[in-house]
């Protein structure tokens, strides 16, 4: 028998070496994929079948593999939108970033050293300013319990207060004056003349701004001490100026020497006070510019402790506190050109009733003195059909 050459030695050894070479690698990749395949949990041991090797003779199948693309292939254009520049702050939006704190809380009212019940007014000009002063975010709730612990009295001042509380704004109380009202042994009236400014959040300017003639009750409590014990009246509200306004009336209201709070002008504006009352508070300011503290509206009802209806509640009196800048309070002195007007005023057939820090013994007038008023001049008129009368 021929032998074969060492060429066909080589090429036959070359093939088995192939075929054999496939084989294991056929082999491993059944091994990998099985060593990934989950566990056999039946005997509880996660064994794992391993396959026989496959015969020599199998070789694994060819793979498609797909071709790259060409070289000249660009993917498509895409359209972006168009992106604004972003936007430069200038200086006016800078400064609207920064919040414009409203103005500071005023100072309490301190009354003047020849003040009587001194600590009487000062508890109800505090009253009147804790519920005038308060931020945007305020309750009046809660303002009313820094005046009193008292349930029912927070209740009810909150009630009264709420003229006064407008939410989402700032107010600013400051207090003029304060004023007695009226006096008995356990029980005072506190006439407060408050000037409130408004304004919105972000500025420090007021909006708008009211002054208002508040009536402040105490009591004396158990340690002998004044209490609060309610706000009796909160000044009213706005009356808008009407357009039939007497010229008598428009006059009184017009005047620059007579200085009104807008509680008095309400009470004007809605027809509430006498015409024979705007006739002496002209004459009066013919003399002398004054202040007026009340006409009706923040003044108690009744003269202060009876059963007897007052003049300011009917429209025929005014209260004084201030004559040509001067306090009545510091003006006792009987050589003051206070007591000079006091001496015409009690003179005049037109006024019925005169209270002062003096009593005069000439007068025409029904005059009288007391503590009460000893920090204002108090006028009372007869009404306008006695005077034509």
């Known amino acids: 028998m021929?032998?074969?050459?060492?060429?066909?030695q080589w090429l036959a050894l070359a093939c088995a070496l192939s075929i054999t070479v496939a084989a294991v690698m056929v082999y491993e990749r059944r091994i990998e994929a099985a060593a990934d395949a989950p566990a056999d949990s039946g005997d509880g041991h996660g064994a794992v079948d391993v396959p026989a090797p496959p015969e020599a003779s199998a070789v694994p199948e060819a793979v498609d593999v797909p071709a790259p693309p060409e070289a000249s292939a660009v993917p498509e254009a895409v359209d972006m939108p168009d992106v604004p520049d972003p936007p430069v702050p200038s200086e006016t939006d800078s400064a609207d970033i920064a919040a414009v704190a409203p103005p500071p809380f005023p100072d309490q009212f301190e009354p003047s050293p020849n003040e009587v019940q001194a600590d009487a007014k000062r508890l109800g000009a505090a009253v009147a300013h804790q519920i005038t002063n308060y931020g945007r975010n305020s309750s009046v709730t809660d303002l009313a319990a820094l005046v009193t612990a008292d349930p029912a009295r927070v209740d009810a001042l909150a009630r009264e207060a709420?003229?006064?509380?407008?939410p989402g704004m700032w107010s600013r109380g400051t207090i003029e004056y304060a004023q007695l009202g009226g006096h008995r042994d356990d029980r005072i009236s506190i006439m407060v003349v408050v000037r409130q400014e408004l304004g919105k959040q972000g500025t420090s300017d007021a909006e708008r701004a009211e002054t208002r003639t508040m009536d402040v009750?105490?009591?004396?409590?158990?340690s002998?001490?004044?209490?609060f014990e309610q706000l009796a009246s909160a000044g009213g509200q706005p009356v808008a100026r009407p357009p039939n306004l007497s010229p008598l009336a428009a006059s009184v209201v017009d005047d620059p020497r007579i200085d009104l709070p807008d509680t008095a002008i309400w009470d004007i504006y809605s027809g509430q006070t006498?015409?024979?009352l705007h006739e002496v508070m002209l004459d009066i300011a013919e003399r002398t510019p004054y202040s007026v503290i009340v006409l009706k509206t923040g003044h108690p009802h009744n003269v202060f402790g009876t059963d007897r209806v007052s003049n300011h509640t009917v429209g025929r009196a005014v209260d004084i506190h201030e004559v040509n800048s001067a306090l009545v309070i510091d003006s006792h002195d009987t050589t003051s050109s206070m007591y000079a007007l006091s001496e015409w005023l009690v003179s005049r057939l037109d006024i019925t009733e005169f209270g002062s820090p003096w009593l005069f013994d000439d007068a025409v007038a029904h005059n009288f003195t007391d503590e009460v008023h000893h920090d204002h001049l108090h006028v009372g008129v007869f009404s306008e059909d006695h005077v034509a009368g």
């Open 224 to 227: 002998g001490v004044w209490e």
């Open 274 to 276: 006498d015409p024979a």
């Open 162 to 166: 709420a003229t006064v509380h407008h």
């Open 2 to 8: 021929r032998r074969p050459s060492v060429i066909q």
């Open 217 to 222: 009750r105490l009591a004396r409590g158990a």
